[in-house]
């Protein structure tokens, strides 16, 4: 039982090169939220879903796609990387249904040059 | 939306000692207020939560308490220890999945031995 697994751990990237974050839990969980972590400044919520084919947009969305085809994956889609997009990325997970706990990954440290 | 502020940023205690970190929330419809530590390298863990039909909330060591007329809420650390050393968050939310979390800018704590 891994819980949430995110890939890759670290990534470099080009300004206008364009990547894709993976992540993937296996606790059967409704809901699945991105945040981004920058120095003083918390984690801020850039796209979540409530469910399959179900994704909407939070506090930080601009630049970053994303997909909900299944219960297990929620990837995490730049197109167009670029310097300001330097961060590290957590997934986490959450049962819905009244049951208000997070589960995060483990994070993605995302370097953009 | 909802604003979360954090207080302090920074906290140095001798072992033994306790610890209180403060949030203050802006949006009166927030009812449910976690607290997240986060060790280097790894993703935020869940150590402590209330919700707002809730005042305070102990756990051996850690206890929560909630304000909701002044909305603000605190996390207390009593007989602080080495691996008591961290980043802590805290958080709001109006419940489940919707908007997911809103959180602070952390506080890092080291506990002195």
């Known amino acids: 039982n891994a819980g949430v697994t995110q890939t890759p751990k670290f990534q470099v990237l080009k300004t206008g090169q364009s990547m894709t974050l993976q992540c993937a839990q296996d606790?059967?969980?409704?809901?699945m939220s991105w945040y981004r972590q920058d120095p003083g400044m918390g984690l801020r919520l850039i796209h979540y879903s409530v469910g399959a084919g179900i994704t909407d947009q939070g506090e930080v969305p601009n630049g970053y796609n994303v997909s909900r085809s299944t219960t297990e994956d929620f990837p995490l889609r730049l197109l167009s990387a670029a310097p300001s997009q330097t961060s590290v990325y957590f997934c986490a997970v959450n049962p819905g249904g009244g049951n208000y706990g997070y589960t995060f990954g483990s994070g993605t440290r995302l370097t953009v040059v | 939306g909802e604003n979360v502020e954090q207080h302090p940023s920074t906290l140095s205690v001798q072992e033994g000692d306790s610890a209180v970190i403060k949030c203050t929330y802006s949006?009166?419809?927030?009812?449910?207020f976690p607290w997240y530590k986060q060790e280097l390298g790894k993703g935020p863990q869940l150590i402590i939560d209330i919700r707002s039909n809730v005042g305070e909330k102990k756990d051996q060591r850690i206890a929560v308490t909630l304000n909701k007329t002044a909305k603000h809420f605190s996390l207390h650390i009593t007989e602080t220890q080495p691996e008591d050393s961290a980043v802590y968050f805290c958080a709001a939310s109006r419940g489940p999945g919707r908007r997911a979390l809103t959180f602070g800018s952390g506080t890092r704590l080291q506990v002195q031995p």
């Open positions: 949006d009166s419809a927030s009812n449910y």
């Open positions: 606790m059967n969980h409704e809901y």
